[in-house]
């Protein structure tokens, strides 16, 4: 079945050597491409253990294809079936596809068929390719891409190399990438008043939640000028939500903040900034930093280092006969930025709604109990 599903997937199955100095794609045929995941036998307390350790160890993807399988045998009914995909390969949503697909071929695998499923429209090769189709060349200043630098250069001009917030320990020379996670809650009533502001002022939630952490950071890092990272799906056209692909960009968005004006003054401008930021957010995030150029160092990431995440994926669950599927969170963090706000809107029992918010931040930088302190701030 897992085999069904990376000859499916062109990206599952595609590696990145270099020649003469330059990576290319390498798709290699699916016959050549058998994963045995292997069954190994770990006593039901040590799962999460044994699930990190596989999770978290690397991918050479100039010669090895960028996923791997195990699957582990608590008893005689329990399995745990761990699936690593290196990010070159899927982003979150990827996982739905995944997924289903694993499920679909297992099934079908099971009564001894092979999988019925309708041929995927296109492949991710194929999207890259689109892709610098419709953005054109950079040296024709009318292109697409040549128009969105242009954007993003008069947008990030004189941009601070690094938003400095009070820490915990002085910033390493280069950055660990250790991290922890903090959980907390936004309540129904709060979440409410949040779409509230957002209906009153023809904004978004998001725009409501991005200003506001904003100013939280201006007040905590003395400063008026707030970049903020935030991720973006990248699936704009129907032929991709079928698709196992690396789609999501990266957007900065930057806020100045003014402490004489009113929040509702702020919330304008950071709609603009962010409405300005969607429409031009077909650069890649890695081209933009290529092409800004700001000062590189190992100890934090260029041109921000807070993000800001709004998660709506599903968790699929699947029920097959008398096979029953569902999640296991591990908690392994690593921090990619200093900080890293995730908010969940998550449907309550009587049908309302509240944020489920963490807060992954670098423990080089930070304790647990000042990011809490951040978040009862924020």
Known sequence: ALDDVVARHEVLRTVYPELDGVGYQHVVPAEEIRLNPGIETVAPERVLDAVAEIVSGGFDVATEVPVRTRLLRLTDTEHVLVVVVHHIAADGFSMGPLTRDVMVAYAARSRGEAPAWAPLPVQYADYTLWQREVLGDETDPQSLISRQLDYWR????????????PTDRPRPPVASGRGDQHRFEIPAELTRLVDHVAA????????VVHAALAVTLAR????????????????????????VGMFVNTLVLRARIDSGESFADLLARVRETDLGAFGHADVPFERLVEVLNPVRSQAH??????????????????????????????????AKFDLQLTL???????????????????????????????????
């Open 344 to 378: 969940v809107d998550t449907v309550d029992p009587d049908g309302g709604s509240h944020y489920a918010a963490d807060i992954v931040y670098a423990t080089d930088l930070f304790d647990g109990e000042s990011v809490s302190r951040f978040a009862e701030r924020f």
């Open 220 to 243: 905590l890092a003395a400063t008026d000028d707030v970049a903020i990272g935030a991720p973006i799906a990248g699936r704009g056209e129907a032929e991709l939500d079928e698709l």
């Open 301 to 334: 990431s260029p041109l921000f280092q807070v993000s800001l995440v709004f998660q709506n994926l599903a968790t699929p669950e699947f029920e097959l006969g008398d096979l029953s599927l569902s999640g296991v969170e591990i908690d392994t963090v690593a």
């Open 154 to 165: 008069d947008q990030l001009a004189d941009l601070p190399d690094s938003l400095e917030l």
């Open 200 to 207: 009153a002022h023809r904004v978004t939630p998001f725009m």
